[in-house]
């Protein structure tokens, strides 16, 4: 999907709040993962015996308690509020993205043209990035006399010119890569493919982004990462603004000038958001100076481990390419036949975006939190420990995600009504987006699951089993979104694939949760007396919340009169309140140990 931010325990509370016990997580914490969530991490390697003289990640084992755990929480703390901003700021920049160019073929034209260069970066060269870039620099810095810096300048510098190159070479093929992903002719293939000429060079800025971040992640700094996609989005948001400002109307389409406004303002926001790293690198210690002696270097190494992660990306674009290309020609065919809403490719990737926040919030923060002491784990042969964690997070995550996903499904017309009617977009745009929303719901529940768990894989060091695992879900995704468009009318086609993409995620979580329980092996220890198993909680999680949501929807429902933002926060409101009053005797103590960490922590 499109990236609209340009970017993705033991017993207590979530990472960031108070409460999280248990072994300290070393600073040598990957980042997020971007648009893809394809970011492994390597098993932590032993530091060399002689200390290095360049900043580097400080093993957990000698760093203070208090210190530690304090270092972690303002971590996570950062992490979280720059996620829940940039997520913020990321809806009002699609709302006003929306109001000027609506739901219809120009905003599916502007969404393909936007969406592609994440599609081929992640495609080329992105998720060999994320597999490796932070373990290579940590393992460097511990075992080159230098700290790593020869070695962390030649990977940004062979990065860099593959980049460039792949960069130029898809602005060159631009009529070719729309073509690929749309059956747009005469305007509609004109305006996209100029507008993806303007875009493309996103690839480059993308990478940068990518590169520049890993490298403050291997040096324990987290929040230049994950708040500079927030600048990204109030760029965009002013040329969107000034867009409407000056602006036509016009029903001949865009004008050449407003195709290059929209287009290169775009990419400029990719651009700002690459650059405001710099300070943080330089408060960091870091000078990046380009180096071409790579024989010998040992670049070979990472290239080598990222292959099995470019393949799984590969699959995952394949799918995605189906339902781009399906979903485009059923917003064609919507038109044609004189649906109201525009049910195509835009009204899909905006029910898709608000539909994954909620993993990117909890779930990419917990995780990246925890994929240190995983990987040292399973760097100790402890594989009891790897699968405690494992079912810490998974158990930790879903007691914000499984109320989310029922929220999502429960208050979709009210959700997507606060975030996107305006302008252009109206009731019958909004009933179509919600209706993809709740199909997507249900799948958020095991795409966070399936997050976790692809994770526990990487701590293993094994990229090879969760390709191979993925295919499940990106078969499955493809096939059935293909018998959606060849089944159902032209109004419920794409929301046929949403729902195809949920199914397709619930059987490849089951199929990956299978396959790294016999990995790890049996269970051991205790809870309270009891196992604490991450199925059970999950179970009890939704007795919880589905009754919740019934009543959240009867209450947004009462107060609909109102508006959309009423009645979404009277729907919030009595969700929450169900879930919380239902949290003490279903025992869902991931919730209970969360309210009594902040109720110790009010009191003082």
């Given at each position: ?10 017993h ?12 300290p ?9 971007g648009?893809t969530?394809?970011?492994p991490?390597?098993?932590a390697?032993?530091p ?7 900043p580097?990640?400080?093993?957990a084992?000698?760093?203070p308690?208090g210190?530690?755990?304090?270092s ?5 703390a ?8 940039s997520?913020?700021t990321?809806?009002?920049?699609s709302?006003?993205?929306?109001a ?5 073929l120009?905003g ?19 998720g ?13 810095a ?12 030649r990977?940004?510098?062979?990065c860099?010119?593959?980049?460039v190159v792949?960069?130029?070479l898809a602005?060159?093929a631009?009529?070719l890569?729309v073509?690929?992903?749309t059956?747009y002719?005469?305007a509609?293939a ?6 993806a000429?303007?875009?493309?060079p996103?690839i ?17 700094r987290?929040?230049a990462?994950m ?6 989005n109030i760029?965009?948001?002013a ?6 400002y ?17 287009g290169?303002g775009?990419t ?18 870091f000078?990046?100076r ?5 024989r010998?270097?040992g ?8 292959g099995?992660l470019?393949?799984l990306?590969?699959?995952n674009?394949?799918?995605y390419w ?16 004189g ?16 539909w994954?926040?909620p993993q990117g919030?909890?779930t990419v923060?917990?995780v ?6 995983m ?6 042969g402890?594989?009891g420990a790897v699968?405690?964690?494992?079912s810490?997070?998974l158990?930790?995550?879903?007691a914000l995600v499984?109320?989310a996903?029922?929220?999502?499904a429960?208050?979709?017309?009210w959700v997507?009504g606060s975030?996107f ?5 109206g009731?019958d ?7 993809m929303?709740?199909a ?14 692809s994770r ?6 094994d990229?090879r089993t969760?390709?191979f ?28 694939m949403a ?5 397709a ?24 007396g009891?196992r604490?198993t991450?199925?059970g909680t999950?179970?009890r ?25 009423v ?26 140990d969360?309210?009594?960490?902040l109720?110790?922590?009010?009191g003082r």
């Amino acid at each position: 999907m499109g990236d609209p931010d340009g970017r993705i325990r033991q017993h207590g509370a979530l990472q960031g709040l108070p409460g999280l016990p248990g072994p300290p997580v070393s600073q040598s914490t990957t980042g997020p993962t971007g648009t893809t969530g394809t970011a492994p991490a390597a098993s932590a390697p032993q530091p060399a015996p002689q200390p290095a003289p360049a900043p580097q990640p400080a093993p957990a084992a000698t760093a203070p308690g208090g210190a530690r755990g304090s270092s972690v929480l303002r971590s996570g703390a950062l992490m979280a509020a720059g996620s829940v901003v940039s997520r913020a700021t990321g809806f009002v920049r699609s709302a006003v993205v929306v109001a000027a160019l609506g739901t219809g073929l120009l905003g599916d034209g502007y969404a393909v043209a936007n969406t592609v260069p994440n599609i081929l970066y992640m495609l080329l060269i992105g998720g060999a990035l994320n597999a490796v870039f932070v373990p290579e620099l940590v393992r460097a810095a511990r075992e080159h006399a230098d700290g790593g810096r020869a070695y962390t300048d030649r990977l940004l510098t062979a990065c860099t010119a593959a980049l460039v190159v792949l960069t130029g070479l898809a602005v060159l093929a631009a009529p070719l890569i729309v073509g690929a992903y749309t059956d747009y002719d005469g305007a509609q293939a004109a305006t996209t493919t100029a507008l993806a000429r303007y875009c493309l060079p996103q690839i480059l800025f993308y990478g940068l982004f990518t590169l520049l971040g890993q490298v403050l992640n291997a040096r324990g700094r987290f929040g230049a990462m994950m708040w500079t996609p927030v600048l990204n989005n109030i760029v965009v948001i002013a040329v969107f603004g000034l867009f409407l400002y000056v602006s036509h109307d016009s029903p001949d389409g865009l004008t050449a000038a407003e195709t290059s406004l929209l287009g290169w303002g775009t990419t400029a926001g990719i651009l700002v958001q690459a650059a405001a790293l710099v300070p943080s690198l330089r408060a960091a210690g870091f000078r990046w100076r380009p180096r071409f002696d790579w024989r010998g270097s040992g670049l070979a190494r990472p290239l080598r481990n990222a292959g099995w992660l470019v393949l799984l990306v590969l699959t995952n674009q394949i799918a995605y390419w189906v339902v781009t290309r399906l979903s485009t020609t059923a917003g064609q065919d919507a038109v044609l036949a004189g649906v109201a809403g525009g049910a195509g490719y835009t009204a899909y990737s905006n029910a898709y975006q608000l539909w994954i926040v909620p993993q990117g919030i909890i779930t990419v923060s917990l995780v990246t939190a925890l994929m240190p002491r995983m990987s040292a784990a399973a760097a100790d042969g402890d594989l009891g420990a790897v699968r405690r964690d494992v079912s810490y997070a998974l158990r930790s995550s879903a007691a914000l995600v499984v109320p989310a996903a029922c929220l999502l499904a429960a208050l979709a017309p009210w959700v997507m009504g606060s975030v996107f009617e305006y302008g252009r977009t109206g009731p019958d745009d909004v009933l179509v987006m919600a209706g993809m929303l709740t199909a997507f719901a249900p799948g958020l529940i095991a795409f966070s699951a399936q997050y976790v768990l692809s994770r526990g894989f990487y701590a293993l060091s094994d990229t090879r089993t969760p390709f191979f695992l993925n295919l499940v879900i990106a078969g499955l995704n493809a096939a059935l979104s293909a018998a959606a468009y060849l089944l159902l009318p032209a109004r419920w086609a794409v929301t046929g694939m949403a729902a195809a993409y949920a199914l397709a995620l619930v059987a490849g979580c089951a199929v990956t949760a299978y396959a790294l329980a016999r990995r790890l092996g049996p269970r051991s220890g205790t809870r309270t007396g009891r196992r604490a198993t991450a199925l059970g909680t999950h179970l009890r999680l939704l007795a919880a919340s589905v009754p919740a949501a019934l009543a959240g929807r009867a209450a947004a429902q009462a107060c609909a009169g109102l508006g959309d933002l009423v009645a979404l926060a009277a729907g919030t409101a009595t969700l929450l309140l169900v879930v919380l009053l239902s949290a003490r005797p279903l025992r869902l103590t991931e919730i209970t140990d969360l309210l009594d960490s902040l109720r110790r922590r009010t009191g003082r």
